[in-house]
């Protein structure tokens, strides 16, 4: 499943980089991307474990970038 969302207050491509980065290193995910100039992330997962991998991507982006929020 390839799902697309809107990304606000992501502050720098830098960070972007590093969140696509360890997305993709996430079990379960085929391929990420994250988007600095158009402020979004498109996340390629196994259906059966979206969800939860969705919650870890929420993770890592907080990590990297505290003020990022991703509107789903």
Partial sequence: MKKKFKLQDLDC????????????????????????????????ADDEKFDSIMKQVVEVCKKVEPDCVILM
């Fill in 13 to 44: 491509a830098n960070c972007a980089a590093k969140m696509e980065e360890a997305i993709k290193k996430l079990d379960g995910v085929q391929d990420a991307s994250v988007s600095f100039m158009t402020q979004k992330m498109v996340i390629e």
